[in-house]
């Protein structure tokens, strides 16, 4: 009788934990060559008290601390006016020792400012300080090839590079493979894309306005959900063959899950888990943007 071979369980846990370690050794090996050399620092704005925005940061803050980046955790009211969140911007952006800032998103503002502010204010951080790649002058280095997660010269969406250092470290290589990413967010499925177009894949993006993609779900070689819709992809719309990356995450009674049905992760040939899958490494992949710029910010 034909059994069926259970799925490969891409562990973000395993890759994240051995980059964290590969960058603590990047950091005191740099530091050893030039003891004079000030550790690198993160600096995470918070607006407001989202408590999932906490969860995030306190995870972010412990990693950096285990690879020996400083941090400064900048909290600000809901209630800061814009202007007041530019200029925590501006001072960090003035401040040598800090060698990157993210703006922890989304902002928890009691009268809430419009995408394009906050698209400004992501912009107004300097490019080299950029430890998100979500400024558009980073993301244009994504988009014309000039950085990409085999040649790193710019920051690089953290979420996007994991689904990329997840792939590269079960020697899965879109290279003439058929991919296609659910979701076009300026955070995660764009920039995903772009990454699996620069490492040689055929790809297909589509959205919710898209109609039926199944179709394209169906025949591809790589698939990553980030559509933010719990368990969206369901096991008629992949084949036995594909590699799924589920970017989603929904909190539930139960615990975590993704934006794949369960039934479609017992299908398929590989897939990364919610918990414990690409999560995992957006926080790592946040700390190898940082440590890369903390390194060019020597020269
Ligand atoms: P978003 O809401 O900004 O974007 C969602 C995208 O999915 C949009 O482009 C939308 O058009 C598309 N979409 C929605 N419904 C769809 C449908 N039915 N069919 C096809 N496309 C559809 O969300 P985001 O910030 O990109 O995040 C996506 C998911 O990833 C969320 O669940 C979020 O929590 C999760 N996330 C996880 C990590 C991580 O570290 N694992 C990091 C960031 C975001």
């Known amino acids: 009788m034909f059994e069926r071979i259970m799925p490969t369980v891409l562990d973000g846990k395993i890759v994240a934990s051995q980059l964290i370690t590969k960058l603590k050794e990047r950091v005191a090996s740099e530091r050893a060559m030039d003891p004079s050399r000030a550790a690198p620092q993160l600096a995470v704005i918070q607006v407001g008290d989202n408590p999932a925005s906490k969860a995030y940061i306190s995870r972010k803050l412990k990693v950096a601390a285990e690879i020996g980046i400083l941090t400064q955790h900048v909290q600000l009211s ?14 960090l952006n003035d401040d040598s020792s ?3 800032m993210i703006v922890q998103l989304p902002l928890d503002q009691s009268v809430k ?3 394009s502010w906050v698209n400004s204010l992501l912009d107004s951080i300097h490019a080299h300080k950029d430890a998100d790649g979500l400024a558009t002058a980073n993301l244009g280095k994504l988009f014309v090839g000039e950085s990409t997660s085999s040649r790193w010269t710019a920051a690089i969406p953290a979420t996007a590079l994991g689904v990329m250092r997840l ?9 003439t493979k058929n991919c296609v990413v ?7 499925g764009n920039p995903t894309a772009q990454l699996l177009l620069q490492a040689g894949g055929t790809v297909s993006v589509v959205h919710s306005q898209s109609p039926d993609w199944s179709f394209l779900t169906q025949r591809a070689d790589i698939v990553v959900v980030a ?17 799924l990356i589920d970017v989603g995450i929904h909190k539930d009674v139960g615990g975590l899950s993704g934006d794949a049905h369960p039934e479609t992760c017992a299908k398929v040939a590989a897939y990364s888990p919610v918990p414990g899958g690409v999560g995992q490494l957006t926080v790592a992949c946040l700390m190898e943007n940082l440590v890369e710029l903390w390194k060019r910010q020597k020269k």
């Open 227 to 243: 559509a933010g819709v719990k368990h969206l992809l369901k096991p008629e719309q992949v084949s036995e063959k594909v590699v």
């Open 78 to 91: 809901s209630t800061s006016s814009e202007r007041e969140i530019e200029e925590a911007v501006a001072r």
């Open 182 to 188: 659910i979701g076009k967010s300026r955070l995660v």
């Open 167 to 175: 792939l590269q470290y079960y020697n899965i290589s879109p290279r």
């Open 113 to 115: 400012s419009p995408e």
């Open 98 to 100: 800090v060698h990157g």
